[in-house]
């Protein structure tokens, strides 16, 4: 079974800062991939970052990188210089070898102030 | 850049009626996936579909669901009987053939059984 936990409901951060949205896993499976997403108020989910776990650096993709700490089980999304179209609900999501689907976590209310 | 299609973006219902959801995923994709968001909650896992067939589905997909790809672009959510908590932003995704790929989402439909 696979288990996605964001524990931080909701991150405010300035603008132009970085910020770090927290993101656990637990899976019995030997090979996974995690994912994160972006939901804005309009509703749809963007896909921004990509991290199989086999993969020897941590994914990076403009100002998203995902900090993976295969240890720990624990995925962070950083997003660096913050702007104010970051605005939205973030969501980590994990894919088992077995399980075809995603399996989501809770998410995390980001909001950037000016 | 291709893009998950869904129509319509809004549907609104009463109670007992049949729906259907309709999704025209990315033209290269091979599995098909509707996935439902209940408002301020998360994205839960419905339904995967490959090969012509369903592959996979969660508890939630029950007798009253059903999926289908009447051709070769449309892939359709079926709700028989509509009940007042099947209201929800319903998410058809799809993707490519390699467990690394990602899944890319539609926009939604929102759907309001009254």
């Known amino acids: 079974a696979q288990k996605i936990t964001q524990t931080q409901p909701g991150m405010f951060v300035q603008e132009k800062e970085a910020v770090t949205l927290d993101c656990t896993y637990d899976t019995s499976d030997p090979s996974y991939g995690l994912f994160w997403y972006k939901q804005p108020s309009s509703g749809e989910m963007i896909f921004l970052i990509y991290?199989?776990?086999?993969?020897?650096q941590n994914a990076t993709e403009g100002r998203y990188s995902l900090n993976f700490q295969k240890a720990r089980k624990s995925a962070n999304l950083v997003i660096s210089a913050s702007q104010l179209g970051d605005s939205a609900m973030y969501f980590c999501a994990m894919r088992g070898l077995e399980a075809n689907n995603l399996f989501f976590g809770t998410g995390t209310r980001l909001t950037v102030i000016p | 850049e291709p893009e998950v299609t869904q129509t319509p973006s809004h549907q609104v219902t009463q109670m007992g009626q049949e729906v259907i959801l309709r999704c025209v995923p990315i033209?290269?994709?091979?599995?098909f996936y509707w996935y439902r968001q209940i408002l301020g909650q998360k994205v839960e896992f419905l339904v995967s579909?490959?090969?012509?067939?369903?592959?996979?589905k969660s508890e939630i997909f029950d007798d009253q669901f059903s999926v289908e790809r009447p051709d070769g672009s449309n892939f359709t959510l079926k709700i028989r009987s509509t009940k007042l908590e099947d209201s929800a932003m319903y998410f058809c995704?799809?993707?490519?053939?390699?467990?690394?790929?990602?899944?890319?989402f539609g926009p939604g439909t929102r759907l309001t059984v009254l």
């Open positions: 995704a799809s993707r490519p053939l390699s467990f690394t790929d990602t899944q890319y």
């Open positions: 033209s290269n994709h091979l599995y």
């Open positions: 579909f490959y090969n012509n067939e369903i592959s996979e």
């Open positions: 991290q199989g776990s086999y993969d020897q």
